[in-house]
């Protein structure tokens, strides 16, 4: 059995979906803060999964779940991951993402399950100082969210070292799109992220689509970033773990399509998938953003045999029939 621990939020729920169709029994475990329990109730018929409301904070809670299952391997995703929030109230970072998963790696030795794969991010680099950026490239996090998931790696090291606890890192870039048949999406409250923002002002809310800042040192003047599908990052997940079986060795691996897109461009190619005329405006800079963010993710192609399958296209006309079915969900609510 594969613990998926916030199993229930965007990409914990598409690489639940990958884990089953792989034929594997998973358990989630979610506090459903930010998850959602529709998510759970979808993923019920695709495959042998169970549910267990609950909180990393609390050592009962999965103490409880340690005992309940018999669990060989964890996939760990449970976390929060707004970075403007984290800068100003980085307790809530810090108990949760780093205090919360070593109450996890604690348990995980109490019960002897000693394989974890882990979902850390791009912002532990902090500001580049070279663009493709690898594994290598120094980590200096410029907020508290990404200085929570680096703190989670360095513990996850020395926790090898001691204990003989093996743990994958993977530093995703910017994630994208949902899955192709429509049954998970993405489903933040607040939404802060690029594509989502883009299609929801296609709704005809008074929402107009800002681009944040336009003056920056690349080629159109707006930030670059790397932009990889859920799908093919949920599959990293499995063939992550999968390494970990085979060579039951500790490792880190960037997650990104090595291609860098403007926000520009990125908007533009909403407007082609969709059809349609966009309104935007530009706004001032986000304070934090870094202009230029794209990964070199060979190790991970080298060595899991991952490859980034979907087209940018690809992850924009999921996300758009996502958006569709969570408007009629939302507007439903609503209406209650
Ligand atoms: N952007 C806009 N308008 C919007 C939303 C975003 O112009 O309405 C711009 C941002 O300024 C940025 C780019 O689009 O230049 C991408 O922004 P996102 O918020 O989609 O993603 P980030 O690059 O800020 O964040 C991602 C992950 C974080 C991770 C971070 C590391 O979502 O979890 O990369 O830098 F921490």
Same mark, same amino acid.
């Given at each position: 059995?594969?613990? *998926?621990?916030?199993? $229930?939020?965007? *990409?914990?729920?598409?690489?639940? *979906?990958? !884990?089953?169709?792989?034929?594997?029994?998973?358990?989630?475990?979610?506090? #459903?803060?930010?998850?959602?329990?529709?998510?759970?109730?979808?993923?019920?018929?695709?495959?042998?999964?169970?549910?267990?409301?609950?909180?990393?904070?609390?050592?009962?809670?999965?103490?409880?779940?340690?005992?309940?299952? =018999?669990?060989?391997?964890?996939?760990?995703?449970?976390? !929060?991951? @707004?970075?403007?929030?984290?800068? &100003?109230?980085?307790?809530?970072?810090?108990?949760?993402?780093?205090?919360?998963?070593?109450?996890?790696? =604690?348990?995980?030795?109490?019960? =002897?399950?000693?394989?974890?794969? &882990?979902?850390?991010?791009?912002?532990?680099?902090?500001?580049?100082?070279?663009?493709?950026?690898?594994?290598?490239?120094?980590?200096?996090?410029?907020?508290?969210?990404?200085?929570?998931?680096?703190?989670?790696?360095?513990?996850? $090291?020395?926790?090898?070292?001691?204990?003989? @606890?093996?743990?994958?890192?993977?530093?995703?870039?910017?994630?994208?799109?949902?899955?192709?048949?429509?049954?998970?999406?993405?489903?933040?409250?607040?939404?802060?992220?690029?594509?989502?923002?883009?299609?929801?002002?296609?709704?005809?809310?008074?929402?107009? !689509?800002?681009?944040?800042?336009?003056?920056?040192?690349?080629?159109?003047?707006?930030? *670059?970033?790397?932009?990889?599908?859920?799908?093919?990052?949920?599959?990293?997940?499995?063939?992550?773990?999968?390494?970990?079986?085979?060579?039951?060795?500790?490792?880190?691996?960037? @997650?990104?399509?090595?291609?860098?897109?403007?926000?520009?461009?990125? !908007?533009?190619?909403?407007?082609?998938?969709?059809?349609?005329?966009?309104?935007?405006?530009?706004?001032?800079?986000?304070?934090?953003?870094?202009?230029?963010?794209? $990964?070199?993710?060979?190790?991970?192609?080298? #060595?899991?045999?991952?490859?980034? $399958?979907?087209?940018?296209?690809?992850?924009?006309?999921?996300?758009?029939?996502?958006?569709?079915?969570?408007?009629?969900?939302?507007?439903?609510?609503?209406?209650?």
């Amino acid at each position: 059995m594969i613990l *998926i621990t916030g199993g $229930a939020g965007y *990409i914990g729920s598409h690489t639940a *979906i990958n !884990f089953l169709n792989a034929g594997y029994d998973v358990v989630i475990f979610d506090n #459903l803060e930010t998850g959602h329990i529709e998510t759970i109730e979808t993923l019920k018929p695709i495959g042998h999964v169970s549910f267990e409301k609950g909180d990393l904070r609390n050592l009962d809670d999965l103490e409880k779940l340690f005992f309940k299952y =018999d669990i060989e391997a964890v996939v760990h995703f449970a976390a !929060f991951s @707004l970075v403007g929030e984290s800068v &100003f109230n980085p307790a809530k970072y810090y108990r949760n993402n780093t205090y919360g998963t070593l109450n996890l790696l =604690d348990t995980m030795l109490k019960h =002897d399950v000693k394989k974890i794969v &882990f979902s850390s991010t791009c912002a532990t680099y902090g500001e580049p100082e070279y663009t493709p950026i690898d594994e290598k490239h120094p980590q200096n996090p410029i907020n508290p969210y990404g200085a929570s998931k680096l703190m989670v790696e360095r513990i996850m $090291a020395d926790y090898d070292i001691a204990y003989g @606890l093996k743990s994958i890192k993977l530093r995703y870039f910017n994630v994208a799109g949902c899955d192709e048949k429509c049954r998970v999406g993405e489903w933040h409250n607040p939404e802060t992220h690029l594509i989502p923002n883009i299609l929801k002002s296609t709704f005809g809310k008074g929402q107009t !689509f800002k681009i944040f800042g336009n003056d920056y040192n690349t080629p159109d003047g707006t930030c *670059i970033r790397d932009y990889v599908n859920v799908e093919d990052l949920a599959r990293a997940h499995r063939l992550a773990l999968e390494y970990l079986n085979k060579e039951n060795k500790s490792d880190v691996f960037n @997650l990104g399509t090595e291609q860098g897109d403007s926000v520009k461009n990125i !908007f533009d190619a909403c407007e082609k998938v969709l059809d349609k005329k966009i309104p935007v405006e530009i706004a001032p800079r986000r304070a934090g953003d870094p202009a230029k963010l794209y $990964a070199d993710a060979q190790k991970a192609k080298t #060595l899991l045999g991952w490859q980034p $399958a979907k087209t940018i296209e690809q992850s924009i006309k999921t996300a758009y029939d996502w958006e569709c079915r969570l408007q009629k969900l939302i507007n439903k609510e609503s209406d209650l």
